[in-house]
């Protein structure tokens, strides 16, 4: 019984491989040089701990998608939902619908809008940001917050991947290569403590904090946020 546990646990990996070497393999140029070094900052463990939090069914938006990688994997592992990427760059957001034509994935779309004055116009049963917060001011990051709680439908849930600010050294590799890759964008990084106390006071509850443990010196941290469902009386 443990050897076939373990089988189909390889068996799943192994496919979930395939898919991000098809998802590579989608892409132009040098963005399929690009979409390697990103698979390679939140690999496989990384995504699978993120998916599995993710519903099954429903709108999930993808705030800050760029090229489309993550949002086409979580589209393809999650058939019966309804996949947005969400990006400011229309450039890229061609490239990703372009991706997600070629390999046939077709519960997934793309539209523009600026992460620091976009809001959903829909009730949406998920959303997640992978490394998007700490391009925002405080300020504009908690807003798009409360705003994102408001559209999420009683027990929804909000996935925020971002960097610690506790282990400092980490902090500093994270930041140069930060500064490499959008040397135009000032920086907001919080302390998983600060990101917990903002997420309560913006109503989330409860929230869970998985730290995300790499051989590259990132702080990365994982929370997991859900909306309170309602109770008899239609209250939170």
Not at 199 to 207: D, S, V, W, Y
């Amino acid at each position: 019984m443990k050897l076939t546990i373990v089988e189909n646990a390889q068996d799943q990996n192994g496919a979930r491989r395939k898919l991000i070497a098809r998802i590579i393999a989608a892409y132009p140029g040098i963005i399929k040089y690009y979409a390697v070094v990103r698979f390679k900052i939140i690999h496989l463990r990384f995504l699978e701990e993120i998916e599995q939090y993710l519903p099954a069914s429903g709108t999930i938006l993808d705030l800050g998608c760029g090229f489309g990688l993550f949002s086409l994997y979580m589209a393809a592992c999650k058939p019966h939902a309804q996949l947005i990427g969400v990006d400011i760059n229309p450039e890229r957001l061609r490239i990703a619908a372009a991706a997600a034509q070629k390999l046939g994935i077709r519960n997934i779309s793309y539209e523009r809008g600026d992460l620091r004055d976009w809001r959903p116009e829909r009730e949406i049963a998920s959303a997640y940001a992978l490394d998007i917060f700490h391009h925002l001011s405080v300020n504009k990051g908690n807003q798009l917050l409360r705003d994102l709680f408001a559209c999420l439908e009683p027990g929804g849930r909000f996935l925020l991947k971002d960097i610690d600010t506790t282990a400092r050294a980490m902090l500093w590799f994270t930041y140069l290569l930060d500064a490499l890759m959008s040397p135009r964008d000032h920086f907001n990084y919080r302390s998983s403590a600060a990101w917990q106390r903002q997420l309560a006071e913006t109503g989330f509850a409860p929230i869970y904090l998985h730290y995300l443990w790499d051989i590259l010196p990132y702080p990365h941290i994982l929370l997991i946020c859900d909306k309170p469902l309602l109770d008899a009386d239609g209250r939170g």
